[in-house]
């Protein structure tokens, strides 16, 4: 499994950036791709979890409405477009992929079993 993180940058408060996650080594469907941030001092954090075999996709209440994720299953791509940037969604943005029936099952995201990571990009909003 290989998670390229890219379209990361420095972007005014208010601005938008859409950051892509290019995935291979694996069936598209047979994972949930997560994007997870972590600010300077702060543990990682959920962003946006999705799966595209189950058709779901889950916001944290932080982006809710301001962040949108977007798939391409023949480039086997994940977008996630981020609009109304505030300087609190200054972080480093991780692509992460976990196995299909144990990161989600039940109604229930499970963000532990996102097991696979890419390198992460640096998102900077600045005031």
């Known amino acids: 499994v290989q998670l390229v993180e890219s379209g990361g940058g420095l972007v005014q408060a208010g601005g938008s950036l859409r950051l892509s996650c290019a995935a291979s080594?694996?069936?598209?469907?047979?994972?949930?791709i997560g994007w997870f941030r972590q600010a300077p001092g702060k543990d990682r954090e959920v962003v946006s979890l999705?799966?595209?075999?189950?058709?779901?996709?889950y916001y944290a209440d932080t982006v809710k409405g301001r962040f949108t994720v977007s798939s391409d299953n023949a480039l086997n791509t994940v977008y996630l477009q981020m609009s109304s940037l505030v300087p609190e969604d200054t972080a480093v943005y991780y692509c992460?992929?976990?196995?299909?029936?144990?990161?989600?099952?039940?109604?229930?995201?499970?963000?532990?079993?996102?097991?696979?990571w890419g390198r992460g990009t640096q998102v900077t909003v600045s005031s």
């Open positions: 080594g694996f069936t598209f469907d047979d994972y949930a």
């Open positions: 992460s992929a976990g196995p299909r029936g144990l990161s989600y099952w039940g109604g229930t995201w499970y963000p532990e079993a996102f097991g696979s």
């Open positions: 999705t799966s595209s075999y189950d058709a779901t996709t």
